[in-house]
Nanobody, 126 residues
Framework: QVQLVESGGGLVQAGGSLRLSCAAS????????VGWFRQAPGKERNFVAATDRNGATTYYADSVKGRFNISRDNAKNMVYLQMNSLEPEDTAVYYCAADLGRKPWSLLLEGKFDYWGQGTQVTVSS
């Protein structure tokens, strides 16, 4: 099993930055794909960013391209989401996700990850 715990959320003004962290524990050696999703109030959970083990393949939602950056530190079992130029539309609960990497990217980007964290709230004020 794998456990994921997010941190770093909070309240920030529009134009500001936040860095979310996700700590993985358990069978972390088996994790190939990690990602971030978000769910705004009253909306479905949507893909934000994902990357493979060595960062060779990375995907971003169009809405965050150029503003957000996903990274990982495999030695520390950490995943990060650097969020810059935040907008009120970025307000959501952000979830860290991890996968063994046996599924095609098309399914992963739809949210078919094996493991999920409980989420951290990000609120961007205008």
């Amino acid at each position: 099993q794998v456990q994921l715990v997010e941190s770093g959320g909070g309240l920030v003004q529009a134009g500001g930055s936040l860095r979310l962290s996700c700590a993985a524990s358990g069978r972390t050696f088996s994790l190939n794909i990690v990602g971030w999703f978000r769910q705004a109030p009253g909306k479905e959970r949507n893909f934000v960013a994902a990357t493979d083990r060595n960062g060779a393949t990375t995907y971003y939602a169009d809405s965050v391209k150029g503003r957000f950056n996903i990274s990982r530190d495999n030695a520390k079992n950490m995943v990060y989401l650097q969020m810059n130029s935040l907008e009120p539309e970025d307000t959501a609960v952000y979830y860290c996700a991890a996968d063994l990497g046996r599924k095609p990217w098309s399914l992963l980007l739809e949210g078919k990850f094996d493991y999920w964290g409980q989420g951290t709230q990000v609120t961007v004020s205008s």
